[in-house]
């Protein structure tokens, strides 16, 4: 008699091998719950009972393999034992797997994250479909957590322990052809031959891959060399007391063997940490971003960007790297020259040398002195120098040459849409669709809605951003929408300390000690300096009447920051030259972080975002504000500095005091 399963399929083939579907009920990606896990776990003890030649467990969804576990069982863990069960039920589950006495294949087609490659690396073989959506990860730090179903096991003896850390610990992901050449899939095929190459792989009953004698040396004897090693570079990148994951997975492989159950100090540290609690909730702010756009049937396909400076280029440049065909507009070819230069630089890059596939998107980024491409276009993007009547002149002839159904955006960061918008006959049209520098690594685009803006228009935007695989935040049109109405006052407040006599050092150090990215002087000088001034005189009027007087002399003296070689900091090698901190002054971390938060609260209550999460979510993905806070507001909420609290940081802002 046959069983049945609510999230499996068995299907027997001629050669007698067994073909185990994963398709988890009521939902459209495959997520291993405690259910399907529990039935996965029964599947294989019948399987045990009557062995098959093989097994190949694939997907039967087409959104990909599976895509990790089930992140909302997670987010009800609230103590130890339930964070052990967990972790205990895969841990069981794959093991078993991977004790087989039959081959085992895991045919990986799209994402295979989290949970999903730990069971792709329980299974003898692994197979990869060479497409774009084919990604591999262990993405778990990025939520504060660990592998904890075998990962930190299997895959340093997969790959060594050198590559294995580094996924690990930075949760960052291969596509198809890298999994292959790192060793962590055995072949990497084309759609078309995936389940014959499957089948012959399985009954072909080869070995399994060794590493070489060096790489288990440093998975063996030489591993506590290794972990130093680990520890140093994570250290470099992120604070224990910040963001605990990275280096409980060097410490669980190093003494523990990657065993998660072993390892009860370090899981208990993990699973108890505010960091995990709030990186979860950091994931479903992402998410809820992701959501903005898919009420619109709005694809587009062909864009057009008048300006091809650094910001115009840029855009470009990501838009065509994302699929779509680009026509790039300024005064002439020269001036458009050095924005392909940029996207070429770009896209070895991003292809890793694959010159035909760098040919192939070069080809969708066209040159467009005259402007030809504006009549085709489905999305309109004005890049060009912020001046309020030369927007209005581009803009006045845009709509006369564009599709009616175009969707017609300023990438304006300064001024008032509704400004622009007189220009038009259909001033609903006009919508803001504002990049942050450098385009191609900050995920955050805001969604402008001006007060005559139609509401299919922004939607239609915010579409596009996810098109070009970019996060779209609503913001209403107000003085430097969220961004950098949050950012202005918080760099103001650190020059103003430097203008005091506090080194620019100390003063980056102790906001990178909070858990800032980027200490704000340093940012000052990336952003530039002359940008700075401007940016400040458009959002406040005369902001040069409170600009700091080294700034301004910096600026008459050419000194832009990075891009003049000399700011703050001297620059070279595209790095700031910086000399040893000092000890920081008490509480400088929380004066300078004072104005933000005080900024975000204000954005909230004037509607500029919808609501206190949006508003979290801004500032992260938009500034790279301390995502293990979980958000500026979501740190007020959790108390703010230990020393005053938040709503004392506050207050001493609104009250004007530092």
């Avoid at 992901?173 to 060793?183: E, H, I, M, S």
């Avoid at 899939?185 to 891959?209: F, G, H, I, K, T």
């Avoid at 409980?248 to 003494?255: F, G, H, L, S, V």
């Avoid at 002839?397 to 300064?414: F, G, I, M, Q």
């Amino acid at each position: 008699m046959s069983v049945s399963y609510k999230h499996w399929r068995i299907e027997r083939d001629a050669e007698g091998l067994a073909w185990l579907w994963f398709d988890r009920a009521d939902a459209a990606t495959n997520t291993l719950s405690a259910e399907a896990l529990d039935e996965l776990a029964r599947v294989l003890a019948a399987f045990d009972s009557a062995p098959p030649a093989g097994l190949i467990i694939a997907s039967a969804k087409p959104a990909g393999f599976i895509a990790g576990a089930d992140i909302h069982e997670f987010t009800a863990l609230d103590k130890p034992e339930a964070a052990r069960t967990l972790i205990e039920r895969g841990w069981r589950t794959f093991n078993q797997l991977a004790a087989a006495r039959y081959p085992t294949l895991a045919l990986v087609r799209g994402h295979c994250l989290g949970g999903g490659l730990e069971l792709a690396l329980a299974c003898r073989y692994r197979i990869v479909v060479d497409e774009p959506s084919t990604r591999l990860a262990l993405p778990e730090v990025m939520l504060g957590i660990v592998p904890g179903w075998g990962g930190m096991k299997r895959l340093p003896e997969l790959v060594g322990p050198a590559a294995a850390l580094d996924l690990m610990l930075t949760g960052k992901g291969v596509d198809a052809k890298r999994a292959q050449r790192l060793g962590l899939a055995d072949e990497c095929v084309p759609p078309r031959v995936m389940e014959n190459a499957a089948r012959m792989l399985v009954v072909s009953r080869r070995p399994r891959r060794r590493l070489p004698l060096m790489q288990r040396l440093l998975n063996g004897p030489l591993k506590a060399v290794v972990a130093g090693q680990a520890r140093k570079q994570a250290a470099s990148r992120a604070r224990p007391q910040h963001y605990p994951a990275p280096f409980a997975i060097i410490d669980i492989w190093a003494r523990h063997g990657g065993n998660a159950l072993a390892a009860e100090r370090e899981m208990a540290t993990i699973f108890g940490s505010q960091t995990a609690k709030n990186l979860v909730r950091v994931f479903f702010l992402q998410e809820r971003l992701k959501g903005f756009g898919k009420d619109s049937d709005f694809v587009p396909r062909r864009v057009h960007v008048v300006g091809a400076g650094v910001m115009g280029g840029d855009i470009a440049a990501w838009c065509a790297l994302r699929g779509m065909t680009v026509t790039l507009q300024d005064q002439s070819v020269e001036r458009i020259a050095p924005a392909i230069a940029r996207a070429n630089k770009l896209y070895e890059k991003k292809f890793r040398g694959d010159k035909r596939q760098v040919r192939f998107t070069l080809d969708r980024l066209i040159a467009d002195p005259q402007g030809h491409g504006a009549a085709h276009a489905d999305v309109i993007i004005e890049a060009i120098y912020e001046n309020l009547d030369a927007k209005q002149a581009l803009f006045r002839d845009l709509e006369s040459r564009a599709k009616p159904d175009a969707v017609l955006a300023t990438n304006t960061s300064s001024l008032r849409l509704e400004d622009i918008a007189t220009a038009l006959d259909r001033p609903e049209r006009l919508v803001g669709i504002h990049f942050f520098n450098p385009v191609a690594m900050m995920p955050l685009v805001e969604v402008v809605e001006g007060t005559d803006s139609d509401a299919d228009a922004v939607k239609r935007a915010a579409a596009f951003v996810r098109a070009i695989d970019k996060l779209p935040l609503p913001v209403k049109s107000a003085p430097g929408f969220l961004v950098n109405a949050v950012l202005g006052p918080y760099m103001l407040e650190a020059l103003r300390c430097v203008e005091e006599g506090i080194a620019p050092e100390t003063v980056d150090e102790a906001l990178l000690a909070f858990g800032m990215p980027m200490g704000p002087v340093e940012l000052v000088d990336t952003v530039g300096l002359d940008i700075a001034v401007a940016a400040g005189k458009a959002l406040a009027g005369d902001e040069t009447a409170q600009a700091p007087r080294k700034l301004l002399d910096l600026v008459a003296a050419g000194h832009l920051g990075k891009k003049s070689g000399q700011g703050y900091y001297r620059w070279s090698g595209g790095k700031a030259q910086r000399g040893s901190p000092a000890t920081a002054p008490d509480g400088l971390a929380e004066r300078v972080v004072a104005p933000l938060l005080a900024a975000v609260q204000r954005c909230v209550e004037d509607g500029v975002v919808a609501d206190a999460d949006l508003a979290d979510a801004g500032v992260i993905f938009g500034t790279g504000f301390a995502p293990f806070t979980g958000g500026p507001l979501n740190f007020l909420r959790q108390g703010g500095f230990p020393r005053r609290g938040g709503a004392a940081a506050l207050r001493a802002v609104q009250a004007g005091s530092h």
